[in-house]
């Protein structure tokens, strides 16, 4: 081979790559959306040939207490998964709460099929080891779409392993239970959005930036768990572009400051 | 899966005149000229919520009444701009203006048919924010429903920034999740390969598409 043909092969490949670098360049949290598109579209069309007609029926047969219950019941059995990040993330008011929860649904709430917890206002919290990391500083990094999973990032697909080891009942049922288990939540769950997901996809104006937008946001929201007396971080979102006032006939920049002169 | 409305039907004198003390009590307050923005977030919803409940109109006509309330409450001609960011300069001021009515039209009937599911909530201001440039954030939460708890902030801006310009809403932000940076990154998008026109045209389509 001579030296020129592998020259031509290491260009081709630099081009590849150079050619796939404005797209890292230009679209900041979404580096690997060339990767993450199929898989998004595939997870659709699973949701939609598979998820959803299942759900539907799920709705369909079970009443909804049967639906609430085992929602609750799955949401206790998998609180504990929040008690250790609470912990992990020294809250130890969250951590009391939470724990509060796991007693009173065990027992008073036979076996979590009831939310008393809820009824008696104690509060929930909602932590994973995504957003443990996050509190550490642990950047998202790039998003990714996993299959059948859907949405997370280079940091919170961390959580599947390290939350499943904070699941009790991952130790003392064989796998095909805890999964079964899993199964049967998510189930329920998708039939609990019926509605929602669909009014969502026919809104949306192009689905896969809406779900990587909101999810980006909803996740940022919970890692600095926000509130109202959070400082906004996202100011530029809510300026006009520079256009808009290089638009304006040469009153120079000075207008842009009025409002602090009066 | 909507079926627990023997609760509200009981007794619809109580609802009255509770309806009726909350009419005197805003009749008897017109002096305040200069609303706060969480008063008229609070005002805002509560006529939204009034609505919702009332029984004795059509889906079609409460859902018309709460439009009429945002378009007095939203500016849709701020949103569109902060919408389409960097990209409303290529926009011709027709554009612009066709813009705005279409997206005006699209986020009442996306939001419309949404907010009617939620009829049987609470609504509390849990706070506000003022924000570095003068903008005021409220804050929000819903109590009780199918949405228990969730957290809804609405950003206000005083009308074309003059100085007694009414409060209006620029962006709604729920859970987290901005309207106006959720439609910029979609609207960034189309707009990243197509032209105006061509988002124009996604937007009438989808209009036409929507029900009601």
Known sequence: MNPRGFGLLQSALLIALLGSLPGC??????????????????????????????????????????????????????????????????????????????????????????????????????????????????????????????????????????????TPHNYFLPSWASLTLRIVENFNIRAYYLEELREARA?????????????LEVREHKVRDATVETPERRDDLYQFEDQEAAERPSESGDDLYDIEDD | ???????????????????????????????????????????????????????????????HRIEEIAYDRFDFATISQLVLARHWSRFSPEQRQEFVEQFKIQLSKNYGTRIMRYNQQ?????????????????????????????????????????KDGPWMVIDVIIEGVSLVSNYRSQFSEILGRGSPDDLLRQLREKNAASPA
């Open chain 2, 122 to 162: 609470r609504v509390e201001i849990v706070g506000q924010r003022v924000e570095p440039r003068g903008d005021v954030t409220v804050g929000t939460r819903i109590e009780g429903g199918s949405a228990d708890g969730v957290e809804v902030d609405y950003r206000l801006r005083r009308l074309d920034q003059e």
């Open chain 1, 25 to 166: 360049a230009t679209q900041g949290p979404d580096p690997l959306e060339r990767w993450n598109r199929p898989i998004f579209s595939f997870n659709e069309r699973f949701d939609k040939y598979v998820l959803e007609p299942a759900a539907t029926g799920w709705d369909w047969v079970l009443p909804e207490v049967v639906q609430t219950g085992i929602r609750n019941f799955y949401d206790n059995i998998t609180m504990p998964v929040t008690l250790a990040n609470d912990i992990l993330q020294l809250k130890p008011r969250a951590a009391l709460e939470d724990l509060g929860r796991i007693t009173v649904n065990t027992t008073a709430g036979i076996g979590g099929l009831l939310d008393v917890a809820s009824m008696i206002e104690i509060p929930e919290n909602d932590e994973d080891f995504g957003q443990t990391l996050g509190r550490y500083g642990v950047p998202p990094g790039p998003y990714l779409i996993i299959p059948l999973l859907g949405p997370s990032t280079a940091r919170d697909v961390f959580r599947y392993p390290a939350d499943a080891a904070a």
């Open chain 2, 1 to 63: 899966m909507t079926s627990t409305t023997s609760k509200t039907t009981r007794s619809p004198w109580l609802l009255r005149s509770a309806a009726a003390l909350l009419g005197a009590a805003l009749l008897a307050t017109p002096g305040l000229a200069e609303d706060s923005p969480d008063a008229i977030v609070r005002k805002t919803v509560d006529r939204v919520l009034e609505i919702l409940a009332s029984k004795d109109e059509s889906e079609d006509q409460r859902r």
């Open chain 1, 203 to 215: 809104a949306a104006f192009d689905y896969y930036v809406f779900v990587r937008s909101a999810y």
